[in-house]
């Protein structure tokens, strides 16, 4: 069994960078591809980024350029940095992880999931 924690979230102005951490328990975390979804109210789930266990990454396409997703398995944890905000990028950002070392952007391939951090940006 894994568990995430999300932290990092908060309110920032539109233009703005933030940086989410999720921090996961597990000896194994080194193994696993982990994800950022995030869900804005009345939308479905939209994937965000992906990284595999040997750091290949991947982003959607709305936050291509301003997102960075990294990982530090010393202390197993994943970040989000997000630069230029924008009012659409306002929503719950969830940590997910999957047993598996291959990135995926579909949430069904993951198999833990945090709580979320809520981000709302201003304009």
């Known amino acids: 069994q894994v568990q995430l924690v999300e932290t990092g979230g908060g309110v920032v102005q539109a233009g703005g960078s933030l940086r989410l951490s999720c921090a996961a328990s597990?000896?194994?975390?080194?193994?696993?591809?982990m994800g950022w979804f995030r869900q804005a109210p009345g939308k479905e789930r939209e994937f965000v980024a992906t990284?595999?266990?040997?750091?290949?990454?991947y982003y959607g396409d709305s936050v291509k350029g301003r997102f960075t997703v990294s990982r530090d398995n010393t202390k197993n944890t994943i970040y989000l940095q997000m630069n230029s905000l924008k009012p659409e990028d306002t929503a719950v950002y969830y940590c997910?992880?999957?047993?598996?070392?291959?990135?995926?952007?579909?949430?069904?391939?993951?198999?833990?999931w945090g709580q979320g951090t809520q981000v709302t940006v201003s304009s």
């Open positions: 997910a992880a999957r047993s598996l070392r291959a990135a995926q952007t579909a949430a069904a391939a993951y198999d833990y």
């Open positions: 990284i595999s266990s040997g750091s290949y990454t």
């Open positions: 597990g000896r194994t975390f080194s193994s696993y591809a």
